[in-house]
T-cell receptor
Framework: TQLLKQSPQFLSIQEGENLTVYCNSS?????LQWYRQEPGEGPVLLVT?????EVKKLKRLTFQFGDARKDSSLHITAAQPGDTGLYLC???????FGAGTRLTVKP | DAGVIQSPRHEVTEMGQEVTLRCKPI?????LFWYRQTMMRGLELLIY????????DSGMPEDRFSAKMPNASFSTLKIQPSEPRDSAVYFC????????????FGPGTRLTVL
C-alpha cells in the first residue's frame, strides 16, 4: 500500500521554468521529508517539515507542509539542469516513501 | 567522515545462490536502516536497528531475507536462496537518532539475480 502519492510521476521542462511537485496522503504525518536522488547514488535529504502550514526555503526550492499535515509541495523557481533527479517525499521518519517525481531539466 | 559504506556496489548472481550485502554506518550513529528500491515498488524500508538491536523487521519480504548487526560499525543483509524478483538496489542508511534527524544513505548495492 502506497501511503504517499507523488505527482506528477515524470516532469520534463526547460531551464528557467518554474515547477511544483506534490506529495499527498490520506494519513496525518508528524513530519515529512523531501529527498533528491541522482542516478547511481542514494537519496540525499533536502528538508524536514514538522508543523502544519510550515514553509521552508532552500535557495530556489520552496517546501510547504499542508495545514492538516497530510500533504506537501515542492516548488522550484528558475529550474536548472543541476536540479535533475528523482524527488522523493517520506513520512513517518523515512519509514514510508512515495514513488517519486522524476524531474529532467533541459538546458 | 567517509559516509555510509556499502559493499559490494554491484552483485550478479544466479538464482538459488546466497547473497550477502554489507554496510558500515557513519561512526556514532545509533540507527541503521536497510531499504530496497525497484521501479515497480519504489523505496521500501526492510528493517531497522537501534543500538545493534532489530526494532522493526515488518518490511522484510520473506524468510529468505535476514539481517544482522553484530556491532555498531557493521551490518549485513542476507538473501538465501536468492530469486530473480530480488533484483533491486539495496540501500543502507544511518542516523544519529530515530526522529526527524537527517538520514544518510549509502551508495547502494545493485543486485541482479539471473
Amino acid at each position: 500500500t502506497q501511503l504517499l502519492k507523488q505527482s506528477p510521476q515524470f516532469l520534463s521542462i526547460q531551464e528557467g521554468e518554474n515547477l511544483t511537485v506534490y506529495c499527498n496522503s490520506s494519513s496525518v504525518f508528524s513530519s515529512l521529508q523531501w529527498y533528491r536522488q541522482e542516478p547511481g547514488e542514494g537519496p540525499v535529504l533536502l528538508v524536514t517539515v514538522v508543523t502544519g502550514g510550515e514553509v521552508k526555503k532552500l535557495k530556489r526550492l520552496t517546501f510547504q507542509f499542508g495545514d492538516a499535515r497530510k500533504d506537501s509541495s515542492l516548488h522550484i523557481t528558475a529550474a536548472q539542469p543541476g536540479d535533475t533527479g528523482l524527488y522523493l517525499c517520506a513520512g513517518e521518519k523515512a519509514m514510508r516513501f512515495g514513488a517519486g517525481t522524476r524531474l529532467t531539466v533541459k538546458p | 567522515d567517509a559516509g555510509v559504506i556499502q559493499s559490494p556496489r554491484h552483485e550478479v548472481t544466479e538464482m538459488g545462490q546466497e547473497v550477502t550485502l554489507r554496510c558500515k554506518p557513519i561512526s556514532g550513529h545509533d540507527y541503521l536502516f536497510w531499504y530496497r528500491q525497484t521501479m515497480m515498488r519504489g523505496l521500501e524500508l526492510l528493517i531497522y536497528f537501534n543500538n545493534n538491536v532489530p526494532i522493526d523487521d515488518s518490511g522484510m519480504p520473506e524468510d529468505r531475507f535476514s539481517a544482522k548487526m553484530p556491532n555498531a560499525s557493521f551490518s549485513t543483509l542476507k538473501i538465501q536462496p536468492s530469486e530473480p524478483r530480488d533484483s533491486a538496489v539495496y540501500f543502507c542508511a544511518s542516523t544519529l537518532t530515530g526522529g526527524s534527524d537527517t538520514q544518510y544513505f549509502g551508495p547502494g548495492t545493485r543486485l541482479t539475480v539471473l
